[in-house]
């Protein structure tokens, strides 16, 4: 019997007895982990999945892959990047492929779904204290913001010149500008 389940943002065709090698989930060494996003069960094909058809699993170990060596050169431009990277895994061995129903009680130990959002969105939660903390904080530092002031409106006429104020926080550094004037060459 084989599956095709959905975790990771990847497709894996799985099969009872077998151990994988999948994205990291949340858990340790002997934890238990139930896939519900089962795309296909042997000829059984979901609309995009089949409901109330789950996959069970044991978690087998956490690690990291073999270090990978990520090189870039630019000839001619004195550039050279060299950086190294390890992917982390989990590998699960399937136990079960159920097309419903649950499957028979084995042990007791903690059985944890993994989901696409479970496993891509987790917030550090905050408690009260920390949140009244950084308001009051906020609260307490002085406001140093000046509120922005409109430029006065200049009439001019020609042949005189147009003054214009930049900034109010700098002392008497205005700026001149010279209207054209038809009558000077």
């Known amino acids: 019997m084989f599956a095709i389940i959905k975790t990771g943002g990847k497709q894996i065709n799985v099969e009872v007895g077998k151990e994988y090698f999948i994205e990291k989930l949340a858990g340790d060494a002997e934890d238990k982990v139930v896939f519900d996003q089962v795309l296909m ?3 059984t094909v979901g609309n995009p999945i089949i409901k109330g058809a789950s996959v069970h699993g044991i978690i087998i170990k956490q690690d990291k892959a073999k270090k990978i060596v990520v090189f870039k050169y630019k000839p001619k431009k004195n550039s050279k990047t060299k950086y190294g990277h390890r992917q ?9 492929i159920l097309l419903s129903g ?7 130990s903690t059985v944890k779904k993994t989901t696409t959002e479970a496993t891509t969105s987790k917030k550090p939660k905050t408690t009260e204290q920390e949140t009244t903390k950084k308001v009051t904080k906020i609260v307490k530092e002085p406001t140093t913001k000046v ?5 006065p409106s200049v009439k001019v006429a020609t042949g ?3 003054v214009v104020k930049t900034d109010p926080k700098k002392p008497s550094t205005a700026k001149k500008a010279e209207v054209n004037n038809p009558t000077k060459k």
Do not use: H, L, M, R
């Open 41 to 43: 069960i042997d000829g």
């Open 147 to 151: 509120a922005a002031t409109k430029k």
């Open 88 to 96: 982390p895994y989990t590998k699960v061995k399937i136990t079960d």
């Open 102 to 108: 649950k499957p028979k009680p084995a042990t007791k």
């Open 160 to 162: 005189e010149k147009k």
